[in-house]
């Protein structure tokens, strides 16, 4: 509970309650039904003039990223000597040490080296430690070790800030406030209080001179990450420059409370409008939101991941994960508008089941084009269209508009059945996934900010599986969605993507359990089924990496410092 403040004097003048007796906001947007105030969209007055700051925020980015004759000044230094020694570092000491300890070595190094740089960093680290499945597993385990290991800015730091910004003394608009912080994250902390007008809520607070930090950084960053490319053993399809190019692009936003309020907005709405009640969105306040201070309705529930006591509470839990995954699949294919920083911190579970989702400083949103490229690969992907899939990959930009598709599905094999990767020797699957890296490139694969997002939080309701709902029919549930939207959103999905109406989703469950590696023989597949299979292969990979004849096969050319797979022309 928030403490009273200490050393202010509180006024006995409650400030001006928003809240309009007989109005109801529940109709326009997934919030809670115990209103603290109403949201009206047309009397929010820090909305005014967002849709200017947005444009303005997003062309901002190639300037920020634009790389100039010399180094950019003095933060350069600082950033060169921190990277450079990390890099020093594994380079004498981790590189030849076999694979897996070179990529340890180096996620170690860089960690240490993102914490001693502060909040951009931490930043880059926490995109990166939520990335499993697009960045090297060594990088995501390290960077994990990021999330909530940011110390706060002192208390009287924090009110000078909000009483700079919301123009009045802590004690005119706050009743109480905590100050000590609930999380402090890089970019911002959040403090929890209750208003004058007696409704509990939340605070978030910017950092001082935190956007001043991250311009120069993404300046140091973008002359820097060039230099890197071939150099270190990243995913190929996340290189330096386009890893710093996809974190200016989800940073620059986050810097503008007004616009994730707007975002907070927005989602509820795309919610309320698909008729779902499953999540949560907390309410941003109609006055008390500027460019660093965030007011917003407080709500609890448990922690995300916490079946047991979920379960213990008579929560349904892979009923929960259910929900959330058609919520957000609604917010991509119908709507163009999603939740962009899926993970456990950001979520939690209310007494009734529904999910509160939390901090909406990163969104992905789509214009009508990248929509219903999104809506043709998902449907695609169902009907195992494998050319359909790859249009509207290049239709989303991982693919230059003149890429050949029918060369592109015959040089990466997809025209040929799937491998059981468990059939395969170590070094058979080693090398072809290199091929298939080195192909990719060769077709000038990259992956767009909108992609890495949607990709990433599907990973993260992936791995939600294992504690929400481990013995769940992967295929049954796969069935079970197809025949949500095609019951619910059939015609509208037809009309869309130019085809006749068909009386039932076209899914190729077999196509999808031969792609998952399980025979028609095996039975239900399940999540727990798949982490066994997955730890059978990293088990198989340590057993190679140990084995000094192994190695040399495992490593390619990586012993040099220089990945076979990864070029210098840096277009990925």
Same mark, same amino acid.
């Given at each position: 509970?928030?403490?009273?403040?200490?050393?202010?004097?509180?006024?006995?003048?409650?400030?001006?309650?928003?809240?309009?007796?007989?109005?109801?906001?529940?109709?326009?947007?997934?919030?809670?039904?115990?209103?603290?105030?109403?949201?009206?969209?047309?009397?929010?007055?820090?909305?005014?003039?967002?849709?200017?700051?947005?444009?303005?925020?997003?062309?901002?980015?190639?300037?920020?990223?634009?790389?100039?004759?010399?180094?950019?000044?003095?933060?350069?230094?600082?950033?060169?000597?921190?990277?450079?020694?990390?890099?020093?570092?594994?380079?004498?000491?981790?590189?030849?040490?076999?694979?897996?300890?070179?990529?340890?070595?180096?996620?170690?190094?860089?960690?240490?080296?993102?914490?001693?740089?502060?909040?951009?960093?931490?930043?880059?680290?926490?995109?990166?430690?939520?990335?499993?499945?697009?960045?090297?597993?060594?990088?995501?385990?390290?960077?994990?070790?990021?999330?909530?290991?940011?110390?706060?800015?002192?208390?009287?730091?924090?009110?000078?800030?909000?009483?700079?910004?919301?123009?009045?003394?802590?004690?005119?608009?706050?009743?109480?406030?905590?100050?000590?912080?609930?999380?402090?994250?890089?970019?911002?902390?959040?403090?929890?209080?209750?208003?004058?007008?007696?409704?509990?809520?939340?605070?978030?607070?910017?950092?001082?001179?935190?956007?001043?930090?991250?311009?120069?950084?993404?300046?140091?960053?973008?002359?820097?990450?060039?230099?890197?490319?071939?150099?270190?053993?990243?995913?190929?399809?996340?290189?330096?420059?386009?890893?710093?190019?996809?974190?200016?692009?989800?940073?620059?936003?986050?810097?503008?409370?007004?616009?994730?309020?707007?975002?907070?907005?927005?989602?509820?709405?795309?919610?309320?409008?698909?008729?779902?009640?499953?999540?949560?969105?907390?309410?941003?306040?109609?006055?008390?939101?500027?460019?660093?201070?965030?007011?917003?309705?407080?709500?609890?529930?448990?922690?995300?991941?916490?079946?047991?006591?979920?379960?213990?509470?008579?929560?349904?839990?892979?009923?929960?994960?259910?929900?959330?995954?058609?919520?957000?699949?609604?917010?991509?294919?119908?709507?163009?508008?999603?939740?962009?920083?899926?993970?456990?911190?950001?979520?939690?579970?209310?007494?009734?089941?529904?999910?509160?989702?939390?901090?909406?400083?990163?969104?992905?949103?789509?214009?009508?084009?990248?929509? +219903?490229? &999104? =809506?043709?690969?998902?449907? #695609?992907?169902?009907?195992? !269209? /494998?050319?359909?899939?790859? *249009?509207?990959? @290049?239709?989303?930009?991982?693919?230059?508009?003149?890429?050949?598709?029918?060369?592109?599905?015959?040089?990466?094999?997809?025209?040929?059945?799937?491998?059981?990767?468990?059939?395969?020797?170590?070094?058979?699957?080693?090398?072809?996934?290199?091929?298939?890296?080195?192909?990719?490139?060769?077709?000038?694969?990259?992956?767009?900010?909108?992609?890495?997002?949607?990709?990433?939080? +599907?990973? &993260? =309701?992936?791995?939600?599986? #294992?504690?929400?709902?481990? !013995? /769940?029919?992967?295929?049954? *549930?796969?069935? @079970?969605?197809?025949?949500?939207?095609?019951?619910?959103?059939?015609?509208?999905?037809?009309?869309?993507?130019?085809?006749?109406?068909?009386?039932?989703?076209?899914?190729?469950?077999?196509?999808?359990?031969?792609?998952?590696?399980?025979?028609?023989?095996?039975?239900?597949?399940?999540?727990?089924?798949?982490?066994?299979?997955?730890?059978?292969?990293?088990?198989?990979?340590?057993?190679?990496?140990?084995?000094?004849?192994?190695?040399?096969?495992?490593?390619?050319?990586?012993?040099?410092?220089?990945?076979?797979?990864?070029?210098?022309?840096?277009?990925?």
């Amino acid at each position: 509970m928030p403490r009273d403040l200490a050393g202010l004097e509180l006024s006995s003048e409650p400030c001006d309650g928003p809240a309009r007796p007989g109005e109801d906001d529940f109709s326009i947007g997934a919030f809670s039904p115990e209103r603290p105030w109403v949201v009206d969209p047309d009397r929010l007055s820090w909305r005014t003039g967002l849709g200017t700051v947005r444009a303005n925020t997003a062309a901002s980015v190639p300037r920020m990223l634009r790389r100039r004759a010399l180094p950019p000044g003095g933060r350069f230094v600082v950033v060169a000597a921190r990277l450079g020694w990390a890099m020093g570092g594994w380079w004498a000491l981790d590189r030849k040490r076999g694979q897996s300890w070179s990529r340890s070595g180096l996620s170690h190094r860089l960690r240490v080296a993102f914490e001693h740089l502060g909040p951009t960093f931490i930043k880059l680290g926490q995109i990166l430690s939520s990335g499993e499945g697009v960045f090297p597993q060594e990088l995501v385990a390290e960077f994990r070790l990021c999330r909530d290991q940011v110390p706060p800015e002192p208390f009287s730091v924090v009110r000078q800030i909000v009483e700079e910004d919301l123009g009045s003394p802590l004690a005119r608009i706050f009743r109480a406030f905590d100050p000590v912080p609930v999380a402090a994250a890089s970019i911002a902390q959040v403090h929890a209080a209750t208003l004058r007008s007696g409704e509990e809520v939340v605070v978030k607070v910017q950092r001082p001179n935190v956007a001043s930090l991250v311009r120069k950084d993404l300046a140091a960053l973008s002359w820097i990450s060039p230099l890197l490319v071939g150099r270190i053993p990243v995913a190929a399809l996340a290189n330096p420059p386009a890893l710093v190019e996809l974190f200016a692009e989800t940073i620059a936003e986050e810097l503008d409370f007004r616009l994730e309020a707007e975002n907070m907005l927005d989602v509820a709405s795309v919610l309320a409008r698909s008729g779902q009640r499953a999540i949560v969105v907390p309410r941003p306040h109609p006055d008390l939101v500027t460019k660093r201070v965030l007011v917003m309705e407080r709500l609890e529930g448990f922690v995300w991941g916490d079946a047991q006591r979920m379960r213990a509470a008579g929560i349904d839990t892979a009923g929960v994960l259910h929900s959330a995954l058609i919520c957000f699949l609604e917010g991509v294919m119908l709507y163009g508008v999603f939740h962009g920083d899926l993970h456990g911190g950001n979520l939690f579970v209310r007494p009734d089941g529904r999910v509160a989702l939390l901090d909406y400083g990163i969104t992905g949103r789509l214009d009508e084009p990248g929509r +219903l490229a &999104f =809506l043709r690969l998902v449907v #695609a992907a169902a009907g195992n !269209d /494998v050319e359909g899939q790859l *249009e509207a990959l @290049r239709d989303l930009g991982a693919f230059p508009p003149d890429v050949d598709i029918p060369e592109v599905i015959s040089g990466l094999g997809l025209d040929r059945p799937p491998i059981d990767p468990l059939q395969m020797s170590v070094e058979e699957l080693t090398a072809q996934m290199r091929e298939l890296t080195k192909r990719l490139l060769g077709y000038g694969a990259h992956l767009p900010k909108e992609l890495m997002l949607f990709v990433k939080d +599907l990973l &993260f =309701l992936d791995g939600a599986m #294992a504690l929400m709902a481990p !013995d /769940v029919d992967l295929l049954a *549930e796969i069935m @079970r969605v197809a025949m949500y939207f095609h019951t619910r959103h059939g015609e509208q999905i037809a009309r869309e993507i130019g085809i006749e109406p068909l009386p039932e989703p076209v899914v190729d469950i077999e196509a999808i359990r031969t792609s998952l590696g399980f025979s028609e023989e095996a039975g239900p597949v399940t999540h727990r089924g798949l982490q066994e299979r997955r730890q059978v292969m990293r088990e198989r990979f340590e057993r190679a990496r140990s084995d000094p004849r192994s190695r040399r096969q495992l490593l390619g050319h990586e012993e040099n410092g220089r990945p076979d797979s990864a070029p210098d022309d840096g277009r990925t």
